[in-house]
């Protein structure tokens, strides 16, 4: 099983502030997608990236994936409560049909 | 399209008894995938289809799981008999062309086993 650590685990902030959450493997990966879980419901799809050094941007959210492809990162600028969730990183490997997720983060957004 | 449809949403059971779950994917997927999700090890594949073959199954905990796709609309997820420690959330979910474009996921169903 290939290793997705997330950092931070958790984090809570205020409104209005600026947050990056990391996610870090050994492995390389021909793409690697973030995803938003909501208590009670699944993952829901944000963003795929599959180029190394690509940036994707979707409205206040910013993903970068690493050069070497084995890291991603995610930054939310003016953060708003309606961004509090979990946070997960996956990644999928050459050829491989299935995807490995990484640990979480679990964003609090304090109005 | 109405998504990925699990029931039941939530499953209390007593140890020992049979639990199926059941998934319906989203029209035209080709990928189905089975998770299982705990606070300890987060999301963990348990088992995935291609066309309903079942392509990997490494990470089906024991015998006591079992998982089918007898037609392109329909898979279940059967545990038997049941354990405590088989308490979690479920989740299938499917895809078009593998993972590498993002699965859409279910709602869940959350599992307790008393």
């Known amino acids: 099983t290939q290793l997705l650590e997330q950092s931070p685990q958790f984090l809570s902030i205020q409104e209005g502030e600026n947050l990056t959450v990391y996610c870090n493997s050994s492995s390389v990966f021909s793409s690697l997608q973030w995803y938003r879980q909501e208590p009670g419901e699944g993952p829901v799809l944000l963003v795929t990236v599959v180029t190394g050094g690509e940036v994707k941007k979707l409205k206040r959210l910013t993903f970068q994936f690493g050069d070497a492809r084995k890291d991603s990162s995610l930054h939310i600028t003016a953060a708003q409560t309606g961004d509090t969730g979990l946070y997960l990183c996956a990644g999928g490997e050459t050829g491989a049909n299935n995807l490995f997720f990484g640990t979480g983060t679990r964003l609090t957004v304090i109005p | ?114």
């Open chain 2, 1 to 114: 399209d109405a998504g990925v449809i699990q029931s039941p949403r939530h499953e209390v059971t007593e140890m020992g008894q049979e639990v199926t779950l059941r998934c319906k994917p989203i029209s035209g997927h080709d990928y189905l995938f089975w998770y299982r999700q705990t606070m300890m090890r987060g999301l963990e594949l348990l088992i995935y289809f291609n066309n309903n073959v079942p392509i990997d199954d490494s990470g089906m905990p024991e015998d006591r799981f079992s998982a089918k796709m007898p037609n392109a609309s329909f898979s279940t997820l059967k545990i038997q008999p049941s354990e405590p420690r088989d308490s979690a959330v479920y989740f299938c979910a499917s895809s078009f062309l593998g993972g590498g474009w993002g699965y859409t996921f279910g709602s869940g169903t959350r599992l307790t086993v008393v």
